[in-house]
């Protein structure tokens, strides 16, 4: 039981509820919310975080899938002021946010830690529509996240969200700032989407697709693992040796790669 609040963490849904009120100030005051802004936080639980991002904007979105925590925040906050959205933040859209003209998107939360690389994948997409994320997440994701190339840290999340975002690391959690503590450390971060300019795939999709194949087997080298999909021709004209492995390659060349294919006759 969640101290003194008679709800019970359900693990399922990654329940571990936020209680060092320094660290909830730190991360409102990271996001910086102005008044017009809109907010949306995924997995707003207990409200340790709703509560006083509500105090620094108008009107604040939530999308959580735990009903009996839903039905809490619809009777403790007013309609008015707090959309809860019941449902998966898997599959929400967050562009479809009525937005004010001039107001900025932006997404927080303190995630569910069992689902946060597919969300982390899912948030993505929204590059274009949010002015920046903050979210708390198990530590070993954030290392994932900032890894160099050639770390065992670096990988397909790397690169994805590498080419989408500018990711800062902003502040470390020990498990005892959380009720259940988890059994690992966290850590926030930021995500500032990078201007479309700077993101030089062709298409997209086919770069998304590059890096999955390479990814796929991370070990192995890339003649193999984009066997039938680059070939020796190919990483000979980029200078790239087909022998390095996914795991050591820069995210620049990734978008080499894919822009080379993509200028392929079909
Ligand atoms: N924000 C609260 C805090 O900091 O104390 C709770 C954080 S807790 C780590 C994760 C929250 O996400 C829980 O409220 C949980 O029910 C919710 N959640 C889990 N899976 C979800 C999903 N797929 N979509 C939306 N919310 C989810």
């Known amino acids: 039981m969640s101290a003194g609040t008679g709800h019970r963490a359900r693990k399922r849904f990654g329940q571990n509820f936020l209680v060092d009120r320094g660290l909830i100030g730190d991360i409102v005051n990271a996001v910086a919310p102005r008044r017009e802004d809109c907010v949306v936080e995924i997995g707003p639980g207990l ?16 999308v959580e899938i735990d ?56 948030l993505a997409d929204f590059a274009d529509s949010v002015r ?23 990988g397909r999340l790397t690169v994805m969200l590498g080419y989408r975002f500018v990711i800062d690391w902003l502040l470390d959690a020990p498990p ?22 700077d993101r030089q795939a062709v298409d997209e999709a086919l770069f998304a697709r590059v890096v999955a ?34 795991e050591e390659l820069p995210l620049a060349d990734y978008v080499r790669l894919a822009n080379w294919l993509a200028a392929q006759p079909p």
């Open 47 to 62: 409200g340790a975080l709703t509560e006083p991002l509500l105090a620094r904007v108008d009107h604040l979105h939530v």
């Open 67 to 122: 009903r009996d925590l839903v039905a809490r925040l619809r009777r403790r906050f007013p309609a008015e002021r707090l959309t809860v959205n019941e449902g998966d933040a898997l599959s929400f859209d967050f562009a479809s946010l009525p937005r004010a003209a001039g107001s900025h998107l932006k997404i927080v939360g303190n995630l569910p830690y069992n689902i946060s690389t597919p969300l982390l994948f899912h």
């Open 132 to 154: 920046d994320m903050h979210f708390m997440l198990q530590r070993e994701v954030v290392e994932r996240m900032v890894a160099e190339p050639g770390s065992s840290d670096y």
């Open 176 to 197: 005892e700032a959380f009720d259940p503590p988890p059994k690992v450390h966290s850590a926030v971060v930021r995500l500032i989407p990078r201007p479309v300019a």
């Open 213 to 246: 194949a390479a990814f796929g087997q991370r070990r192995k080298m890339l003649r193999n693992t984009l066997k039938g999909i680059v070939s020796d021709a190919g990483f000979a004209a980029l200078g790239i040796d087909p022998t390095r492995r996914a």
